[in-house]
């Protein structure tokens, strides 16, 4: 089952369609999830009320449950909130039965049956990165990324057990099949500053956590391309360009891809399949994607 969450749809629809061409490239096929609403956003909801973040994604949950099929979500923040309530919810008898009270009353119940899966696992685990590598006909050689794996996909670590989260390497393995040179620079594992309600509630703060990064990325050399498998880190970095120089005044050009975009280009697939040049910064500056950087 397909959860798109809020970003994708509403900010970055390009996200949709490169993902609806590589999917299938590699033999996955992807349910629309009728019926889901908002995951609900993980630092949010989760710490004002446990147990109503709890049943609204509870809800979410058992949609899948319906299917008998699993969820899989191209956004860091989405799939922690499903993946946690999944597994608390699996956990803890107190909180299952008080969210299956609330559900009761639309005629639902969580059991417990499906799992939760992102972009980056569906890639890794299922497609495998030799049939990634297959499907690569044209190679990023040459092309320098700078990889932002983003907070929620991996962590905590303890529970998730799902990479080495100091260290991780899925993400930076399914994006090195494409040919493109992966340039190790020392904020990598840093928040890209939009995080815990940090941009609605002091973009100033949220920006400067972003500008940093990007220093660390010129301090490291320079990357023509800035990959992510989140769309809200892909908001903050793409946006947050013009939002920095409107504050702070310096100036950053970096193009920024989800790893579904970058997939599709290395796939083949042409930029106007999926409105690569929809991105926000390219809408607000009137500018386009340096084709030549990204060999396009």
């Known amino acids: 089952m397909h959860f798109l969450g809020c970003i994708i749809p509403h900010r970055y ?5 490169a993902t609806r061409l590589i999917f299938p490239d590699l033999g996955m096929k992807l349910l629309d999830m009728e019926g889901a609403t908002c995951c609900p956003a993980p630092g949010v909801f989760g710490s004002f009320d446990r147990v109503t973040w709890a049943t609204v994604a509870a809800r979410n949950l058992t949609i899948a449950e319906e299917s008998g099929h699993p969820i899989t979500t191209g956004c860091n923040g989405c799939f922690a909130s499903l993946w946690e309530a999944n597994h608390e919810l699996k956990e803890d008898d107190e909180l299952r039965e008080k969210v299956n009270n609330n559900l009761a009353e639309i005629d639902r119940e969580f059991k417990g049956t499906i799992e ?8 890794y685990d299922t497609a495998g990165l030799e049939k990634i590598r297959e499907q690569v006909s044209r ?5 320098r990324i700078a990889l932002h794996p983003g907070c929620h996909w ?3 670590k303890l529970v998730k057990q799902k990479d ?5 390497h899925i993400f930076r393995d399914v ?3 494409t040919g493109a040179e992966y340039v190790p620079y020392k904020d990598e594992l840093m928040c890209c500053g939009a995080g815990g309600a940090v941009r609605t509630a002091d973009l100033e703060v949220a920006l400067d956590f972003t500008k940093q990064k990007f220093d660390s990325i010129l301090e490291a050399g320079g990357a023509d391309l800035i990959v992510t498998p989140c769309p809200f880190c892909q908001l903050q ?6 939002e920095i120089q409107k504050h702070f005044g310096e100036e950053y050009v970096f193009d920024v891809m989800h790893v579904s975009e970058f997939l599709a280009l290395a796939f083949g697939h042409e930029p106007d399949d999926f409105g690569l040049d929809t991105h926000l910064q390219y809408m607000q500056r009137k500018s386009e ?3 030549a950087q990204i060999l396009m």
């Open 139 to 143: 190679p990023f050689e040459g092309v």
């Open 237 to 242: 970095l793409d946006l947050g360009q013009v």
């Open 116 to 123: 939760v899966t992102h972009y980056v696992d569906a890639l």
């Open 164 to 168: 080495e989260s100091e260290r991780p």
């Open 289 to 291: 994607p340096n084709w």
């Open 154 to 156: 991996m962590r905590p």
């Open 175 to 177: 994006c090195e099949t």
């Open 13 to 17: 629809p390009s996200v949709e369609r």
